[in-house]
């Protein structure tokens, strides 16, 4: 289990894991087109594959990319999950 | 019941959720439908009729949300609010449910009579979703379908639920489920009432129109403020919104966001049960080996290898075959026709010399360019094409740019006109004027023709790692470009954000591929038999001045290109034939090989002796037997250029070939110089379409900044190795 309030940013999750968005630190425009992709606090997202550029993301059946610099300031909580499996 | 006007349906909902698939359903019409996000960026219309109701059926372009930040939620917002379509038809993802519903949310408040139609239904199931559908319509208060707009799928049931809705409106009047915050949602009562009082509100519900004020939204204050009592409520929202400020600080309309997302996940909870880890699916299986790490690119350039080798061998001959037909029977019978008819000599030649060699030596790369473009729509319908922004994010991060600029810059490729264009899905200016700056360096389809003809004079067997190459080069400059660039003229660019939605994988339909290279080859066509007749036959009159010109050299075009040559002579092709095809390859590169073959050809043999009749027969038998021959080669080169690598059917003979072009161009360059030649082409600016197009999205200071840029770096290349493989005794 993950202790309360353990937060990190998205890029340090590693593959396969599956998190919630705790907060999303943009400016207002910026917030409202992520959270139009489903980028927004608590939604649960997992990471598909981290090459060490962007990110590539699952939130529900949506796939994302996300660039490296922005999903530093997505702040998730990981959740832990039986089987992690990519 | 008779109406003066058709019923009127707008069509919404997310980038990729179907729209386009549903509006080609419901209309029979044919427009182009691609697995990019984003397709529709005007608004298309089209009819349709049921049970003797005349339907206007309005695709509006796809938004995420309508809070009127881009152009295409301006265009979506203003039509549903302003234009009160009849019925409002919210296209969703049922796959996507949770995140299609933000903008259901939103269309939901606006009140106007709508349907939800979830799309791509078998999908979700696949996925095992199971959604509530009765319990749905219930809760949001509008009839809710499924559907599989692409299998025609509740296509019917749509129609018979609009003819429903224009009977009885009142039935699909959304109910008024969504609710803000304590304070907000005070706020936004006190101004709805206050707006209720008003006359002529145009329509507008009082609602929908509190919300956007407390939202600060410029159209919903522009409406408000043409009523006369306005000066009162707008106060009142002024108020409320400094009050609103005191509480929750700047972030008003992140609570009003909030509060939608609260709606829309109560929502999902009620009509959704999904399995609880999802399913990987084919999708993610695809991912998993086009994104891998060290995968990822190699497989991307491979891919363009196999891109380019079809282009070069699978035309190739077909491209024989239209050569053959151009210069043999159609040439002939004009020739049969305009003696029978008597016509004067400089009418032949404007004829046989200007419009049909001009225009045929165009029309010869249709196929060329048709492989092209299948090629590009196969990716981008299947998907691959936001695959390649993702996988090529970290290179273009050395640009200062990032994956979203790439596709763009691959649509370059195809034609750098819609390219331009197509940086308007950029957000951010610097980043959109700095991919507007590069995107010429990429090699259009237009520049193809020169590779192809210089790479068969000149290169043999090889001809397909020059094009390929070539190509490579264009890329490389680009990459080089942008970064200087980024680094000394955009140093804000690095800010901008990378966000991409990469749509599921699906195998594109024969018709919708069709459809997509047809588009463009008839754009080529249509062209080749405007712009390139005129520029032709124009070419022909200024070859032709003074009148009674004997040698192209002393003509008024051979004077002009004469002047302009020596500039070219450190690049190892400074004769006035070059420099003149590519002053004329300045207005479009298509014209650049019809130029040449007017040049050389004119220059090299006199006109053959005309034979007084020809055989019909014999020219009807020998034009389907080689068109038989040509498709079984081509057939051949498909399956070898499938199998890089292996030969399976290897060339009986290496067929140099002898066109008339072929022979006059290698005798006035060696591969050398053609190389140089080459490398000029494709970096010198594409054609004024490109710089008008540059114009109109960045303004003319950025548009004369490309075409210097342009002219420079391609002159320092082409020198550079020309010079560059004399030193090392090449050529």
């Given at each position: 289990?993950?202790?309360?309030?353990?937060?990190?940013?998205l890029?340090m999750?590693?593959?396969?894991?599956?998190?919630?968005i705790?907060?999303?630190r943009?400016?207002?425009?910026?917030?409202?087109?992520?959270?139009?992709l489903?980028l927004?606090?608590?939604?649960?997202?997992?990471?598909?594959?981290?090459?060490g550029?962007?990110?590539?993301?699952?939130?529900?059946?949506?796939?994302?990319?996300l660039?490296r610099?922005?999903?530093?300031?997505?702040l998730?909580q990981?959740?832990?999950?039986?089987?992690?499996?990519? | 019941?008779?109406r003066?006007?058709?019923?009127?349906?707008?069509?919404?909902?997310?980038?990729?959720?179907?729209?386009?698939?549903?509006?080609?359903?419901?209309?029979?019409?044919?427009?182009?439908?691609?697995?990019?996000?984003?397709?529709?960026?005007?608004?298309?219309?089209?009819f349709?009729?049921?049970?003797?109701?005349?339907?206007?059926?309005?695709?509006?372009?796809?938004?995420?949300?309508?809070?009127?930040?881009?152009?295409?939620?301006r265009?979506?917002?203003?039509?549903?609010?302003?234009?009160?379509?009849?019925?409002?038809?919210?296209?969703?993802?049922?796959?996507?449910?949770?995140?299609?519903?933000?903008?259901?949310?939103?269309?939901?408040?606006?009140?106007?009579?709508?349907?939800?139609?979830?799309?791509?239904?078998?999908?979700?199931?696949?996925?095992?979703?199971?959604?509530?559908?009765?319990?749905?319509?219930?809760?949001?208060?509008?009839?809710?379908?499924?559907?599989?707009?692409?299998?025609?799928?509740g296509?019917d049931?749509?129609?018979?639920?609009?003819?429903?809705?224009a009977?009885?409106?009142?039935?699909?009047?959304?109910?008024?489920?969504l609710h803000?915050?304590?304070?907000?949602?005070?706020?936004?009562?006190?101004l709805?009432?206050?707006?209720?009082?008003?006359?002529?509100?145009?329509g507008?519900?009082?609602?929908?129109?509190a919300?956007?004020?407390?939202?600060?939204?410029a159209?919903?204050?522009?409406?408000?403020?043409?009523?006369p009592?306005?000066?009162?409520?707008?106060?009142?929202?002024?108020?409320?919104?400094?009050?609103?400020?005191r509480?929750?600080?700047?972030?008003?309309?992140?609570?009003?966001?909030?509060?939608r997302?609260?709606?829309?996940?109560?929502?999902?909870?009620q009509?959704?049960?999904?399995?609880?880890?999802?399913?990987?699916?084919?999708?993610?299986?695809?991912?998993?080996i086009?994104?891998?790490?060290?995968?990822?690119?190699?497989?991307f350039?491979f891919?363009?290898?196999v891109?380019?080798?079809?282009?070069?061998?699978?035309?190739a001959?077909?491209?024989?075959?239209?050569?053959?037909?151009?210069?043999?029977?159609?040439?002939?019978?004009?020739l049969?026709?305009?003696?029978?008819l008597?016509?004067p000599?400089?009418?032949?030649?404007?004829?046989?010399?200007?419009?049909i060699?001009?225009?045929?030596?165009?029309?010869?790369?249709?196929?060329?360019?048709?492989?092209?473009?299948f090629?590009?729509?196969?990716?981008?319908?299947?998907?691959?094409?936001?695959?390649?922004?993702?996988?090529?994010d970290?290179?273009?991060?050395?640009?200062?740019?990032?994956?979203?600029?790439?596709?763009?810059?691959?649509?370059?490729?195809?034609?750098?006109?819609?390219?331009?264009?197509?940086?308007?899905?950029?957000?951010?200016?610097?980043?959109?004027i700095?991919?507007?700056l590069?995107?010429?360096?990429?090699?259009?389809?237009?520049?193809?023709?020169?590779?192809?003809?210089?790479?068969?004079?000149?290169?043999?067997s090889?001809?397909?790692?020059?094009?390929?190459?070539?190509?490579?080069?264009?890329?490389?400059?680009?990459?080089?470009?942008?970064?200087?660039?980024?680094?000394w003229?955009?140093?804000?660019?690095?800010?901008?954000?990378?966000?991409?939605?990469?749509?599921?994988?699906?195998?594109?339909?024969?018709?919708?591929?069709?459809?997509?290279?047809?588009?463009?080859?008839?754009?080529?066509?249509?062209?080749?038999?405007?712009?390139?007749?005129?520029?032709?036959?124009?070419l022909?009159?200024?070859?032709?001045?003074?009148?009674?010109?004997?040698?192209?050299?002393?003509s008024?075009?051979?004077?002009?290109?004469?002047?302009?040559?020596?500039?070219?002579?450190?690049?190892?092709?400074?004769?006035?034939?070059?420099a003149?095809?590519?002053?004329?390859?300045?207005?479009?590169?298509?014209?650049?090989?019809?130029?040449?073959?007017?040049?050389?050809?004119?220059?090299?043999?006199?006109?053959?002796?005309?034979?007084?009749?020809?055989?019909?027969?014999?020219?009807?038998?020998?034009?389907?037997?080689?068109?038989?021959?040509?498709?079984?080669?081509?057939?051949?080169?498909?399956?070898?250029?499938?199998?890089?690598?292996?030969?399976?059917?290897?060339?009986?003979?290496?067929?140099?070939?002898?066109?008339?072009?072929?022979?006059?161009?290698r005798?006035?360059?060696?591969?050398?110089?053609?190389?140089a030649?080459?490398?000029?082409?494709l970096?010198?600016?594409?054609?004024?379409?490109?710089?008008?197009a540059?114009?109109q999205?960045?303004?003319?200071?950025?548009?004369?900044?490309?075409?210097?840029?342009?002219?420079?770096?391609?002159?320092?290349?082409?020198?550079?190795?020309?010079?560059?493989?004399?030193?090392?005794?090449v050529?």
């Amino acid at each position: 289990m993950t202790p309360e309030g353990a937060t990190m940013p998205l890029p340090m999750l590693p593959e396969g894991a599956q998190a919630q968005i705790v907060e999303v630190r943009a400016g207002r425009r910026l917030k409202e087109r992520l959270a139009g992709l489903g980028l927004h606090a608590g939604a649960q997202v997992r990471i598909l594959r981290d090459n060490g550029g962007p990110l590539l993301l699952a939130i529900g059946n949506t796939r994302l990319a996300l660039g490296r610099g922005m999903a530093h300031k997505i702040l998730v909580q990981p959740v832990p999950t039986e089987v992690s499996r990519l | 019941m008779t109406r003066s006007r058709p019923i009127r349906v707008a069509l919404a909902g997310n980038p990729n959720a179907g729209k386009s698939t549903v509006f080609n359903a419901l209309t029979g019409a044919h427009q182009h439908v691609g697995n990019w996000p984003g397709k529709t960026v005007e608004k298309k219309e089209g009819f349709f009729t049921h049970r003797g109701l005349k339907v206007e059926v309005v695709d509006l372009p796809g938004t995420y949300s309508l809070s009127a930040y881009s152009p295409e939620e301006r265009i979506a917002q203003a039509f549903i609010t302003e234009e009160h379509p009849d019925v409002v038809v919210n296209v969703v993802d049922a796959s996507n449910l949770e995140r299609n519903l933000y903008l259901t949310a939103q269309l939901l408040e606006i009140g106007a009579p709508m349907i939800i139609v979830l799309n791509v239904f078998d999908v979700a199931e696949q996925l095992g979703y199971r959604i509530d559908i009765e319990r749905f319509a219930r809760l949001v208060g509008v009839p809710v379908l499924k559907a599989v707009a692409s299998k025609g799928v509740g296509i019917d049931a749509l129609r018979e639920a609009i003819f429903q809705i224009a009977e009885t409106p009142e039935s699909a009047i959304p109910a008024p489920t969504l609710h803000y915050d304590h304070e907000i949602e005070r706020a936004v009562r006190q101004l709805t009432d206050a707006l209720a009082d008003l006359p002529d509100l145009q329509g507008y519900r009082p609602r929908w129109l509190a919300v956007k004020l407390i939202e600060g939204d410029a159209q919903a204050r522009r409406v408000v403020s043409q009523s006369p009592q306005a000066a009162a409520v707008l106060a009142l929202a002024d108020r409320l919104l400094d009050k609103l400020h005191r509480v929750y600080g700047e972030d008003v309309d992140i609570a009003l966001a909030d509060a939608r997302y609260g709606f829309v996940r109560g929502l999902t909870r009620q009509v959704l049960t999904r399995p609880q880890q999802p399913p990987r699916t084919f999708s993610d299986r695809i991912d998993q080996i086009v994104t891998h790490r060290w995968l990822g690119i190699p497989l991307f350039l491979f891919l363009m290898y196999v891109v380019f080798n079809l282009v070069q061998n699978v035309a190739a001959p077909f491209m024989d075959w239209i050569d053959a037909l151009i210069s043999g029977p159609v040439t002939g019978w004009t020739l049969v026709g305009l003696h029978a008819l008597h016509a004067p000599g400089w009418l032949v030649s404007l004829v046989v010399d200007g419009a049909i060699a001009g225009v045929g030596s165009v029309l010869v790369f249709v196929p060329s360019l048709m492989v092209m473009f299948f090629a590009l729509a196969f990716m981008e319908d299947s998907g691959y094409l936001a695959r390649a922004a993702f996988v090529m994010d970290k290179a273009m991060a050395f640009l200062g740019l990032n994956g979203r600029a790439f596709i763009p810059m691959i649509l370059g490729f195809g034609c750098n006109v819609p390219a331009v264009y197509a940086t308007r899905t950029i957000e951010h200016r610097s980043a959109r004027i700095l991919t507007g700056l590069l995107i010429p360096f990429m090699s259009c389809s237009a520049r193809l023709p020169v590779y192809v003809v210089f790479g068969m004079a000149l290169f043999g067997s090889r001809a397909g790692l020059v094009v390929w190459g070539l190509y490579v080069v264009g890329v490389v400059v680009a990459a080089l470009a942008g970064w200087a660039l980024a680094r000394w003229a955009f140093p804000d660019v690095r800010k901008s954000v990378f966000v991409l939605e990469l749509p599921r994988y699906r195998w594109p339909t024969p018709r919708g591929l069709w459809l997509h290279t047809w588009e463009h080859t008839e754009e080529f066509v249509r062209k080749a038999g405007t712009v390139i007749l005129g520029i032709a036959l124009l070419l022909w009159l200024l070859l032709n001045m003074p009148w009674g010109v004997q040698n192209p050299a002393d003509s008024y075009f051979g004077k002009v290109s004469q002047a302009v040559a020596p500039l070219f002579r450190p690049a190892g092709f400074g004769t006035w034939q070059a420099a003149g095809s590519l002053i004329s390859g300045f207005v479009a590169k298509e014209v650049v090989i019809s130029t040449m073959s007017q040049i050389y050809i004119g220059e090299e043999e006199a006109r053959q002796p005309t034979p007084a009749s020809r055989d019909p027969w014999a020219d009807a038998r020998d034009t389907l037997v080689g068109l038989g021959q040509a498709s079984l080669d081509a057939g051949k080169a498909f399956l070898d250029a499938l199998t890089p690598g292996i030969s399976l059917f290897p060339h009986a003979e290496d067929t140099s070939n002898q066109t008339a072009l072929s022979r006059a161009l290698r005798g006035a360059f060696t591969p050398l110089s053609a190389l140089a030649f080459l490398v000029y082409v494709l970096l010198y600016t594409p054609c004024v379409a490109t710089v008008a197009a540059q114009a109109q999205e960045y303004g003319w200071r950025w548009a004369v900044v490309s075409v210097g840029l342009g002219l420079s770096v391609a002159w320092a290349l082409a020198t550079g190795v020309f010079q560059i493989g004399r030193l090392l005794g090449v050529g």
